[in-house]
């Protein structure tokens, strides 16, 4: 049997849809914050443990205004969040240095490759 909440927080998204249902605008606000008003994001990754199926469900947005360059950055720190709350949880602290220099070399990839592009 599980202990009583001492508290509920609540986070709250609003994602605006043109008439292609493409997400126009993102807000989000959460019950805790110190900000009382909504904040504006250009992107939205949200990755969650489903206890029943056993499984990962994900849901992923982002907006027409989210230039590419700002979609590999959130992209590439994305992961690296992802390996530090790996490392806290499991304490497998190898997983994030891996996933860092991963991020570093896709990184570089990424770079590599738009040069080729500006060349041809």
């Given at each position: 049997?599980?202990?009583k909440?001492?508290?509920?927080s609540?986070?709250r998204?609003?994602?605006?849809?043109?008439?292609?249902n493409?997400?126009?605008?993102i807000?989000w606000?959460?019950?805790d914050?110190?900000?009382?008003e909504?904040?504006?994001?250009?992107?939205?990754?949200?990755?969650?443990?489903?206890?029943e199926?056993?499984?990962?469900?994900s849901i992923?947005?982002?907006t027409?205004?989210?230039?590419?360059?700002e979609?590999?950055?959130?992209?590439?720190?994305?992961?690296i969040?992802?390996?530090?709350?790996?490392?806290?949880?499991?304490?497998?602290?190898?997983?994030?240095?891996?996933?860092?220099?991963f991020c570093?070399?896709?990184?570089?990839k990424?770079?590599?490759?738009k040069?080729?592009e500006?060349?041809n």
């Amino acid at each position: 049997m599980s202990k009583k909440a001492h508290k509920t927080s609540k986070i709250r998204f609003s994602i605006e849809l043109d008439e292609n249902n493409i997400p126009t605008e993102i807000e989000w606000k959460a019950s805790d914050s110190d900000h009382k008003e909504n904040k504006k994001a250009k992107s939205l990754n949200i990755a969650m443990w489903d206890k029943e199926e056993r499984n990962t469900l994900s849901i992923s947005l982002w907006t027409q205004q989210m230039l590419v360059e700002e979609m590999e950055s959130h992209y590439l720190q994305s992961m690296i969040v992802m390996a530090e709350n790996y490392q806290k949880a499991t304490g497998q602290g190898f997983v994030l240095e891996e996933v860092k220099q991963f991020c570093d070399t896709l990184a570089k990839k990424i770079t590599a490759s738009k040069q080729q592009e500006a060349n041809n």
